[in-house]
């Protein structure tokens, strides 16, 4: 059994990506208010909101489970797409490396948002990250909804 891969969905939205992406390039503490139910909060911990290399510190809860990711994000402009690396927090229990991506593409007057989750895990008995892959579903049709709202 390998203990690298990688689990991925895709499906639209209905705002613009560069609206989706926005938040996430430069408002990201806008994230639990869109969210409230997913994310509890999300600090800096070294740099700002808006720059590539930026630590941040996410609560959240899962299948009804408090958790905390702290990541170094990763932006990438010309392709709308953010990485978010995984330095510690819950999840590092189970995988020695998970990256969580958001990407989005313009289609219409909306997007398509592609979300994958690069990892390698621990042991050989751990699961793939599909419960992780489920929560970031949520969290963008959540902000799709929040962003539509505020048109």
Same mark, same amino acid.
């Given at each position: *059994?390998?203990? =690298? &891969?990688?689990? @991925?969905?895709?499906?639209?939205?209905?705002?613009?990506? $560069?609206?989706?992406? %926005?938040?996430?390039?430069?408002?990201?503490?806008?994230? #639990? %208010?869109?969210? #409230?139910?997913?994310?509890?909060?999300? $600090?800096?911990?070294? &740099?700002?909101?808006?720059?590539? &290399?930026?630590? =941040?510190?996410?609560?959240?809860?899962v299948e009804g489970n408090a958790e905390v990711f702290? @990541?170094?994000? !990763?932006? $990438?402009?010309? %392709?709308?797409?953010?990485?978010?690396? &995984?330095?510690?927090?819950?999840? *590092?229990?189970?995988?020695?490396?998970?990256?969580?991506?958001?990407?989005?593409?313009?289609?219409? $007057?909306?997007?398509? /948002?592609?979300?994958?989750? @690069?990892?390698?895990?621990?042991? !050989?008995?751990?699961?793939?990250?599909?419960k992780y892959l489920t *929560?970031?579903?949520?969290?963008? =049709?959540?902000?799709?909804?929040?962003?539509?709202? /505020?048109?």
């Amino acid at each position: *059994m390998a203990l =690298k &891969g990688k689990v @991925e969905t895709e499906f639209e939205i209905k705002v613009s990506a $560069d609206k989706f992406y %926005n938040v996430f390039r430069s408002q990201a503490h806008q994230v #639990p %208010n869109a969210t #409230p139910d997913i994310i509890q909060g999300v $600090d800096v911990h070294e &740099g700002d909101w808006k720059t590539h &290399g930026s630590v =941040k510190i996410w609560k959240y809860t899962v299948e009804g489970n408090a958790e905390v990711f702290k @990541e170094k994000v !990763e932006f $990438d402009d010309a %392709n709308r797409k953010v990485s978010l690396v &995984g330095v510690e927090g819950d999840v *590092m229990r189970y995988y020695k490396n998970i990256k969580p991506i958001y990407q989005v593409t313009p289609k219409g $007057d909306g997007s398509v /948002a592609k979300l994958s989750i @690069e990892y390698e895990k621990l042991r !050989e008995d751990v699961p793939a990250p599909d419960k992780y892959l489920t *929560m970031m579903v949520n969290i963008t =049709k959540d902000i799709d909804a929040h962003l539509v709202k /505020a048109k």
